[in-house]
């Protein structure tokens, strides 16, 4: 069975700080790794999305690799800014047969002003 | 375009109650799912569509959990004899699956939040 951790499960940096947000999974057949962020009380809005082929993706400030083999992508955030403060979710689709999404529990980021 | 809808944003039941919860995808997107959120949790699958047909409902706690989405687009997930463990957020999401070199990004509602009194 798949399981996805996330590490740290909360952090709080001041604002201008770059941060790195960890994922683990325990199957290393994925299909594809998504980065999605929540904010309280709404729904989750994707990030990136990366395929198993691929070793990272770059949206703005944001990037994200993926090492498969070794079950890890990170979740790299550059002059992180008040904005950014919200649980930043990871997820895996496994390779085959489901579409569904096995999330970790998320980090919860607070940027200071 | 418009997003994915969830209705009602808020339901509060009694204990014994049967509560239905409406997704609407966005337009044209093949496949819809149903997570659970619990506080404090990631989402936990608990069924998915493509087109009207219902692929995999694996993660539905037990019988009395119910969806269906009869042609194809909107969804209703419902909840017989609602009991307090069943008080969460409900989150619908979609894709456009354009097959199996497709981006498939999932696309999430707002979430219904389910209180079981």
């Known amino acids: 069975k798949q399981e996805v951790t996330q590490i740290p499960a909360a952090l709080s940096v001041p604002e201008g700080e770059n941060l790195v947000l960890n994922c683990s999974f325990t199957?290393?057949?994925?299909?594809?790794l998504q980065w999605f962020r929540q904010d309280p009380g709404k729904g989750l809005t994707s990030l990136l999305l990366?395929?198993?082929?691929?070793r990272e993706q770059t949206s703005g400030r944001l990037n994200a690799s993926l090492d498969k083999s070794s079950g890890r992508s990170t979740l790299y955030i550059a002059a992180s800014q008040p904005g950014d403060s919200a649980t930043y979710l990871c997820?895996?689709?496994?390779?085959?047969?489901?579409?569904?999404?096995?999330f970790g529990k998320g980090t919860k980021l607070t940027v200071n002003p | 375009g418009a997003g994915v809808s969830q209705s009602p944003r808020y339901k509060v039941a009694k204990r014994g109650q049967d509560v239905a919860l409406r997704c609407d995808p966005i337009?044209?997107?093949?496949?819809l799912f149903w997570y659970q959120q619990a506080l404090g949790q990631g989402p936990e699958f608990l069924t998915y569509?493509?087109?009207?047909?219902?692929?995999?409902k694996s993660g539905l706690p037990s019988d009395r959990f119910f969806a269906e989405r009869p042609e194809g687009s909107v969804s209703t997930l419902k909840i017989q004899r609602t009991q307090q463990e069943d008080s969460a957020v409900y989150l619908c999401?979609?894709?456009?699956?354009?097959?199996?070199?497709?981006?498939?990004?999932?696309?999430f509602g707002p979430g219904t939040r389910l209180t079981v009194l």
């Open positions: 569509f493509q087109n009207e047909a219902q692929l995999d």
């Open positions: 999401a979609s894709s456009q699956r354009r097959g199996l070199l497709g981006t498939d990004t999932q696309y």
């Open positions: 199957d290393s057949a994925i299909y594809n």
């Open positions: 337009s044209g997107h093949v496949s």
């Open positions: 997820a895996v689709r496994r390779l085959g047969g489901s579409e569904k999404l096995v």
């Open positions: 990366i395929q198993s082929s691929q």
